[in-house]
């Protein structure tokens, strides 16, 4: 059984771990570089963008997790968690991860008060929508080579993958369809090994 971890820092990462061991996959909370030992990838949970870059530095987590996911370690971000993945995040205090060639806007459609709910179309996912909670949610505004953008809504990326990195700009975790879960554990973590041998080093990327 595959074990995937799921960053504990802050934010809502109790929730990403009900959704995967609903779907059979072992979870762990990871806190420290220790814990990044034996995982099968790792999910970036929503939260604080500034708070968990932060922390990632404070915990020693940023370069471990920067290392392997150019060796081809699966990871996939949330809301906050996507803005870490980019490499390009005007307002950011702290160097993100850079690891995904996209640009990204904090906040992008307000305030908390300014919060809302849609239904996407993801092919990727089937014919039926998938219902997406957008809360303080950033915005994709630019996606650079070999970036494949799953969905849209209103023109905007907001699901985007580049072989096994996946990034979200809201939150899956907070409804109980667990596809897109599933989807990284099929798409991402499954060919992992095949994926990074065909995922280009990102200097810089073009947006």
Not at 4 to 29: K, Y
Not at 55 to 78: C, D, I, K, M, V
Request: charged share 20%; glycine share 12%.
């Amino acid at each position: 059984m595959p074990t995937i971890g799921v960053l504990a820092l802050q934010g809502d990462f109790r929730e990403h771990c009900q959704r995967l061991r609903s779907i059979g996959v072992a979870t762990r909370e990871v806190r420290l570089p220790v814990h990044l030992d034996g995982l099968d990838g790792l999910v970036l949970p929503g939260g604080e963008s500034t708070t968990i870059a932060r922390l990632l530095q404070r915990f020693g987590l940023q370069e471990p997790l920067r290392e392997r996911a150019r060796a081809g370690f699966p990871l996939w971000g949330t809301c906050a968690g996507a803005i870490l993945l980019g490499d390009a995040v005007p307002g950011l205090d702290r160097a993100p991860l850079g690891l995904l060639p996209i640009m990204v806007e904090r906040n992008a459609y307000g305030r908390q008060i300014d919060s809302f709910e849609t239904d996407l179309d993801v092919p990727a996912l089937g014919a039926k929508p998938f219902h997406a909670v957008f809360i303080r949610a950033p915005r994709i505004a630019s996606v650079g080579s070999g970036v494949e953008v799953l969905a849209r809504h209103e023109g905007d990326p907001v699901i985007v993958r580049r072989g096994p990195l996946l990034a979200t700009t809201f939150h899956p975790e907070l409804t109980s369809d667990v596809r897109l879960h599933d989807y990284f554990m099929t798409e991402c973590v499954g060919p992992a090994e095949s994926a990074a041998k065909a995922l280009p080093t990102l200097a810089g990327g073009s947006h």
